[in-house]
């Protein structure tokens, strides 16, 4: 008599799971988020799937792995609709030379060696500013002035990122100046 009263049990135990597997089953199969560059106007099929850094991530999609947040005033309206990332204007590798879409300025170069570089006043003629450094870098992004403090273009959103966000993105675009995919 035992025995059945073990097996009845062990059905019941049996049947009790099923029902919680029917019930919340589906919470566990879920697949986890996919980190990768959010779908924008300008898709980016270069985009690497995982980041390597923080950096990284924010000059693919504007996010940031702390979670806070990234905005930005100002760009081209499809930006105000639809967001969008350095990498939609500067390119996957930053060196420019990609119309902004729906404008009609050309992205430049951000690489940092090229915003660096002795040269880089040169090469706009009379637009001529000196050498970017870190700090400046920071301060074309967040108010969208040059080294000689003109205002940039309006095609380039003005942004608003944390400080420590603002330093993994200039380290980034440090990265970018070796060949694609090396330091
Ligand atoms: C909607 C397009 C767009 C996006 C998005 C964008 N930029 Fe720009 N950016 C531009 C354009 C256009 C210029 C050139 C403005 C000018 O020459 O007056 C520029 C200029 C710059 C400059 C100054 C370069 C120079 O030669 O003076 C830096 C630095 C820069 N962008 C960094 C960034 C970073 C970092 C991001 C992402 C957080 C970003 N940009 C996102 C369009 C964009």
Redesign the pocket.
Known sequence: MRRWGSLAAGIGLILVAAVLLLLFGSQFGRPGRTIGPRSQTGRIPEAPLEFRSNGEQ??FT?TSRSGEP?T?RG??AW?QMHG???A???GPDGR?GIR??M?D??????RYR??TSAE?DE??GD?G?PP?TDAL?QR??TEGL??AGK???P???R?S?SQRDLDD?VAY?KTLDGERGEP
């Open positions: 924010i000059y504007a990234i930005f760009g081209p930006m969008g990332s350095c939609n204007c500067h420019g902004v879409h404008t300025v050309v992205a430049p170069d951000i090229t915003l880089h090469h706009g637009e500013h970017y870098i074309a992004i040059d080294p205002p940039l273009d095609a380039m959103p942004w990122m993105v675009l």
